[in-house]
C-alpha cells in the first residue's frame, strides 16, 4: 500500500511538470516569432528616395511628410497608391519629364516612404484632409488651384479631397481609381475594424504583416502588377521590401490589409466639376478596364486614354504617360455642363 501511495504522489508531481514544459514551449515559440520579427525589421536596410530634386519636410499636425520638388511653372502634385511598402517611388520614371514644365510635387502618404509612421488609425478621412491640408500650406492652392496625378486608392482619397474643396483643384489625372467597383465598401464596417486590430497587434499582428510582405508575397503582387515580368528586377522587389520593412510601417497597411482605407466615391465623383482624365493599363488585373465605364457614365466630364500595359502605365510606359498628361494638361478646358 505505501508503494502504491508513493507511485500516487510521483503522478501528481509530474503533472505540473507538464504544464510547465507546454508553458515554455508556448514561451519558447512566442519568443522565437518575436526574434524573427526584429530580425526581418533588423535587416530590412534604410529607406531613401529615388526622386531626384529639392527635398522638404512638411510639419503635418499628425506627423512629418516627406516630399520632393522640382521644375518650374503650374503647380503640378503626384499622390502614390495604397500598398504595402508604398511610396512616391512609383512616380520615378515620369517624375523628371513632367517637371519640365511644371512644377512637380510628390510626396508620401503619412506612414508610407519617408514621411513619418505614427502609431494612429489610418483612416480615409485623414488621407483625405492629409492631401487637402498639402495642396493649402505647401504647395499654395489657395493662391492657385493646382492640378493632380493620382494613383488607384489615392486616386480615390483625391476625388473625394476634390469635392469637399473644388476650390484647391484645377484637374484631376486618376490612374484606375478604386471606389465604385473596387475598394468602396464601408470602411467602418465591424470586419474591417476587427482585421485592423488584429493586423496592428504587436506580436500577431507583426508575423501576420511579415508573412504578407515577404519578399515572395512582394515579388508575386508585383508580377501580377506590371504587364511583363521582366520587370520585376530583384533590386525591384527589395526596394519595396525595404520601404515595407521600417519600424511602425505595418500601421497604415494594416488598415489597407482590412478593408478599413475602402472608400466610395460615387457621390464624390459625380459632383466634380473640373476636367477629369482617366489613365488605365489596358491589362490590368486588379482593376479591370471595364471599370472605367462607371466613371465616365457618372460625370460626362471624363476622359479616357487606355496604355497597352499592365497596371502601372507610369512606370511601365513613362515616356507615352508623360506625354499624354502634358497634351491633356495643355488641352483647353471645355465649358463646364450644366
Not at 508553458?23 to 515559440?29: E, V
Not at 526574434?35 to 531613401?48: C, K, M, Q, S, W
Not at 511628410?65 to 504595402?84: D, F, M, Q
Not at 479616357?304 to 497634351?327: I, K, S
Request: glycine content about 6%; aromatic content about 10%.
Amino acid at each position: 500500500m505505501q508503494d502504491v501511495q508513493s507511485v500516487q504522489r510521483m503522478r501528481r508531481r509530474r503533472w505540473p511538470a507538464k504544464w510547465q514544459i507546454a508553458a515554455l514551449a508556448t514561451a519558447g515559440g512566442i519568443g522565437a516569432l518575436a526574434l524573427a520579427n526584429r530580425i526581418t525589421e533588423a535587416t530590412a536596410g534604410d529607406p531613401y528616395s529615388v526622386l531626384e530634386g529639392e527635398h522638404g519636410r512638411y510639419a503635418w499636425t499628425r506627423g512629418g511628410i516627406s516630399y520632393t520638388v522640382r521644375g518650374r511653372g503650374e503647380p503640378l502634385v503626384l499622390i502614390h497608391g495604397v500598398y504595402a511598402g508604398a511610396s512616391s517611388f512609383e512616380f520615378r520614371r515620369v517624375f523628371a519629364q513632367l517637371a519640365e514644365h511644371h512644377r512637380v510635387y510628390a510626396f508620401d502618404l503619412l506612414g508610407f516612404g519617408l514621411s513619418d509612421r505614427p502609431r494612429v488609425t489610418y483612416t480615409p478621412d485623414l488621407y483625405v484632409a492629409l492631401i487637402q491640408d498639402f495642396v493649402r500650406q505647401v504647395v499654395g492652392g489657395m493662391d492657385h488651384p493646382v492640378q493632380v496625378v493620382a494613383s488607384s486608392l489615392g486616386a480615390a482619397f483625391a476625388i473625394r479631397a476634390a469635392a469637399e474643396r473644388p476650390d484647391l483643384f484645377e484637374r484631376l489625372a486618376l490612374i484606375e481609381p478604386t471606389g465604385i467597383q473596387d475598394l468602396a465598401s464601408d470602411p467602418e464596417s465591424n470586419a474591417h475594424i476587427v482585421w485592423r486590430t488584429i493586423l496592428r497587434s504587436p506580436l500577431v499582428g507583426q508575423t501576420m504583416y511579415n508573412a504578407i510582405t515577404s519578399r515572395t508575397s512582394i515579388r508575386f503582387f508585383l508580377r501580377t502588377t506590371y504587364n511583363s515580368r521582366d520587370e520585376v528586377s530583384d533590386d525591384l522587389v527589395d526596394y519595396y521590401y525595404t520601404q515595407a520593412h521600417q519600424p511602425n510601417a505595418r500601421f497604415a497597411p494594416a488598415s489597407f490589409i482590412a478593408g478599413a482605407l475602402d472608400t466610395p466615391v460615387d457621390e464624390e465623383y459625380m459632383r466634380l466639376t473640373m476636367p477629369i482624365l482617366l489613365l488605365w493599363g489596358k491589362n490590368a488585373r486588379f482593376t479591370p478596364l471595364e471599370h472605367a465605364r462607371a466613371f465616365r457614365q457618372l460625370n460626362p466630364r471624363t476622359d479616357l486614354r487606355v496604355f497597352e500595359c499592365g497596371a502601372l502605365p507610369q512606370d511601365e510606359l513613362p515616356d507615352e504617360f508623360a506625354r499624354v498628361v502634358e497634351n491633356w494638361l495643355r488641352s483647353p478646358i471645355r465649358p463646364q455642363l450644366s
